[in-house]
């Protein structure tokens, strides 16, 4: 069964520095999302991705985030001068065009802002 | 965006049938109702999704009522590997991205 995949499992950073967090989405599928759970709390919608643009975004995605997608295979976030609260479990996600709500998520990037 | 209420949390015997319900007396007329299961340190992962009725796959069942103002959740012979958060979500299908917006959801433990 194809996935989304994410690396790295879990990255540790500097208060101020860059990450970039990768996803491979499943690959016939057409929008792409990122999600943020910090511990203990609920899932949050940051962004979503179609035909090369931003289609949406939440509040919480500011000037600190962008997305990419590179080549036809990856999905990034990328988080410039990073906080301490922004650690947290951040989740790519794909779906195709047939089903809205059935977003295929992947395993997670753990990041810990130090 | 239709709010949804669940129960935070649930107990339930190994092999026992679960029942989670969801209100959403909101809901719109274009809105689905989609239910995801989260076990720790996972992303969330799609269970069912419903418009009216009764809808039933190899995992669980969706019983949505006539008024579709809550819809339940029904997780036959729960195991101890059910144990999760289940999210209930509601929400339209525009064309274009659909992004999802994750409650608190219910946790459920499985006991043995």
């Known amino acids: 069964e194809p996935e989304v995949t994410q690396t790295p499992s879990h990255q540790v950073t500097q208060m101020g520095q860059e990450v970039i967090l990768r996803c491979v989405p499943i690959?016939?599928?057409?929008?792409f999302y990122w999600y943020r759970q910090i511990l203990g709390q609920k899932v949050e919608f940051l962004v979503s991705?179609?035909?090369?643009?931003?289609?949406?975004k939440s509040e919480i995605f500011d000037d600190q985030f962008s997305v990419e997608r590179p080549d036809g295979s990856n999905f990034t976030l990328k988080i410039r001068s990073t906080k301490l609260e922004d650690s947290a479990m951040y989740f790519c996600?794909?779906?195709?065009?047939?089903?809205?709500?059935?977003?295929?998520f992947g395993p997670g990037t753990r990041l810990t802002v130090t | 965006l239709a709010k949804t209420t669940q129960p935070i949390s649930m107990d339930s015997y190994e092999g026992q049938e679960v029942n989670i319900t969801c209100s959403h007396n909101?809901?719109?007329?274009?809105?689905?109702i989609t239910w995801y299961q989260q076990f720790p340190s996972q992303g969330p992962r799609f269970i069912i999704q419903?418009?009216?009725t009764k809808v039933t796959n190899e995992v669980a069942s969706l019983f949505i009522p006539a008024d579709r103002k809550s819809s339940t959740l029904s997780l036959p012979r729960v195991s101890l590997s059910d144990t999760a958060v289940y999210y209930c979500?509601?929400?339209?299908?525009?064309?274009?991205?659909?992004?999802?917006?994750f409650g608190t959801g219910t946790r459920l433990t499985v006991i043995p």
């Open positions: 996600a794909s779906s195709d065009a047939t089903g809205p709500y059935e977003q295929y």
């Open positions: 690959s016939n599928h057409l929008y």
């Open positions: 991705f179609y035909n090369n643009e931003i289609s949406e």
């Open positions: 909101n809901i719109a007329t274009n809105d689905y």
């Open positions: 419903g418009y009216k």
């Open positions: 979500l509601v929400g339209d299908e525009p064309r274009g991205a659909n992004n999802l917006f």
